[in-house]
């Protein structure tokens, strides 16, 4: 049994915050920011909690797939900004779209989160346990942000977004390259505020930690491996793909990508401009936004995250 993507739906804050808004109160301006970034707005909520924007973007994609949230008995939700630490917001999602018979976990791998949540689903699926799924990415990470820090909090965004696979005859997701490079953890973290205990200090310097560099080289390096490694295993030549999707984060990146593996930068989808980076949400939102324009039936298309852990993935979908 093999797995397919049959609808996708994403939410996005209705807060939008411009690079000249940023510039009210950080000394930075659009000049500086769009050049290097690609990033021109963002998302914030405001109002909404990340479950929420799950729950919206989950019921669209519902709706997009014809499918019953009754229907669904997996649910595979992907962030780093989860409100609580216990319950899953997969959990909270269920409730919130009446999907009763869905098992639910949240995974964190950073930006690969959706292309991992692909991975999980995709054997689970295989394996006959399920029929129908959720794979969820959502951000919320404007209240993880210091935003007094220029370096960072103008890069990122709110948002979510969520696709439905279901079993199969076919392959719709042809198959999934995953790793992981732990060596590397501390190039990108967000540490967790505790709080004070009797027995021992605690301390939290600064949230949020990128080490810019590092991450722009492992992303422009591992990002080209995986796409290569997932091709070659499947007999795939390159040219035979219509689209690459990748994680949102930086459009001289997703350039530098294109660039090494000598494929024509249109063929690179990009949002960035609109969005900033969303994290888990930022390949889901991209595909929604692809299907609304009509540009993914019958097209062969490679989906690459990057991110924290550090993790990196890539996966070859035909829709």
């Known amino acids: 049994m093999y797995s397919r993507i049959i609808g996708t739906g994403r939410y996005l804050p209705e807060k939008i915050v411009s690079n000249d808004d ?24 405001d109002k909404e909690g990340s479950y929420d924007m799950a729950s919206y973007a989950a019921l669209k994609a519902l709706e997009n797939a014809n499918v019953n949230a009754e229907e669904i008995d997996l649910i595979i939700l992907a962030t780093i900004t989860a409100e609580y630490q216990t319950p899953s917001i997969a959990c909270i999602v269920q409730k919130q779209i009446k999907a009763t018979n869905a098992m639910c976990l949240d995974i964190n791998a950073a930006c690969t989160g959706f292309v991992y949540g692909l991975d999980i689903v995709d054997q689970f699926i295989a394996s006959g346990k399920y029929k129908k799924a959720l794979v969820i990415g959502v951000e919320k990470l404007s209240h993880t942000m210091n935003w007094e820090d220029k370096s960072t909090c103008i890069l990122f965004g709110d948002g979510a977004s969520a696709v439905v696979v279901e079993a199969s005859e076919e392959k719709g997701i042809i198959d999934v390259v995953n790793h992981s490079i732990g060596e590397d953890w501390d190039a990108l973290t967000y540490e967790i505020q505790h709080e004070k205990t009797p027995f021992y200090e605690t301390q939290r310097e600064n949230g949020f930690n990128m080490d810019g560099r590092k991450v722009f080289d492992f ?71 692809l299907r609304e324009k009509n540009m993914l039936e019958g097209k062969k298309v490679v989906l690459s995250g990057f991110g924290a852990g550090l993790t990196y993935g890539s996966s070859i979908i035909q829709f």
């Open 22 to 45: 940023l510039s009210k109160f950080l000394d930075t301006s659009d000049d500086w920011i769009y050049p290097r970034t690609g990033i021109r707005y963002r998302h914030i909520a």
């Open 219 to 289: 992303a422009t390096k591992k990002v080209r491996e995986s796409i290569k490694e997932v091709l070659e295993k499947n007999k795939t030549d390159i040219n035979d793909i219509d689209l690459f999707v990748l994680h949102q984060a930086n459009e001289r990146i997703i350039n530098r990508i294109a660039k090494k593996l000598e494929v024509d930068i249109d063929k690179f989808y990009m949002n960035m401009k609109y969005y900033g980076n969303t994290s888990s949400a930022s390949i889901p939102i991209a595909l929604d936004e």
